[in-house]
């Protein structure tokens, strides 16, 4: 059974960094997509980053473009999310997805139960 589990996140101030990191278990990830997306409150789910671990290639909301990165842990089936000048308009629950394609929450198939992100002064 493929499990999903999310560490990570917290509290911090304007300008920040925070990782999360996400870990898949039950499967073999050498052809999965990984994928955050996060729920700000009274929000929709939204994008946020991708990794392939295929083609070892990544995509990115152009909200955090530049700010930032997804990247695979080497000898684990983790992927982390390093998360750079974090801003108010950040703060969400954090949900890791995997075995689905890119951008789409409606093609994963299995989903961590989400971390907080809080990004206040």
């Known amino acids: 059974q493929v499990q999903v589990r999310e560490s990570g996140g917290g509290s911090v101030r304007p300008g920040g960094s925070l990782r999360v990191s996400c870990e898949v278990s039950?499967?073999?990830?050498?052809?999965?997509?990984v994928a955050w997306f996060r729920q700000a409150p009274r929000k929709d789910l939204d994008f946020v980053a991708a990794?392939?671990?295929?083609?070892?290639?990544?995509q990115y909301a152009d909200s955090v473009k530049g700010r930032f990165t997804i990247s695979r842990i080497n000898a684990a089936n983790t992927v982390s999310l390093q998360m750079n000048d974090l801003k108010p308009e950040d703060t969400a629950v954090y949900y890791c997805?995997?075995?689905?394609?890119?951008?789409?929450?409606?093609?994963?198939?299995?989903w961590g139960q989400g971390t907080q992100v809080t990004v206040s002064s």
């Open positions: 997805a995997a075995g689905g394609g890119w951008i789409s929450a409606a093609s994963y198939s299995y």
């Open positions: 039950g499967t073999t990830v050498g052809r999965l997509t």
């Open positions: 990794f392939s671990w295929r083609s070892n290639s990544t």
